[in-house]
């Protein structure tokens, strides 16, 4: 018997010059998602160009303080090569995690992916 096909943990397109990557998945908590979620990630990272980056979480509905943790060194690599990374449509329960671990500080966080898409359009820092 074959193995049943992993279905995709990211969905990734190029919008205006930003890559935008819409989870695909409910739960981001398992080390071996978590894993596979951070390679693609990474990934998206590499290349001649700062990174422009929005991360929607449209489709979470529980995550996992290890890649609260993914995200951190992400968002400084981002930085790091001169680009940004923006995050939209967390859910209620999630946003109170960023805020209470004051990741909200951190990360430019948007209700929508329209808005992030715009923050970058307006050279938002």
């Known amino acids: 018997m074959e193995p049943r096909p992993q279905p995709p943990l990211l969905e990734v397109e190029q919008a205006g010059g930003v890559t935008v990557a819409r989870f695909a998945c409910r739960r981001l908590r398992e080390d071996a998602t978590l894993e596979a979620v951070g390679r693609q990630l990474h990934a998206l990272l590499e290349g001649g160009e700062p990174p422009r980056l929005v991360l929607n979480f449209a489709e979470v509905d529980d995550l996992g303080s290890a890649l609260l943790a ?17 995050l939209c449509a967390l859910a209620p329960e999630i946003l109170v995690v960023f805020e209470t671990t004051w990741l909200d500080r951190m990360f430019h966080i948007y209700p929508g992916e329209p808005e992030a898409l ?7 820092p």
Do not use: D, I
């Open 70 to 86: 993914r995200l951190v060194g992400l968002h400084k690599r981002a930085k790091a090569a001169g680009g940004r990374l923006a």
């Open 118 to 124: 715009r923050s970058f359009a307006e050279g938002e």
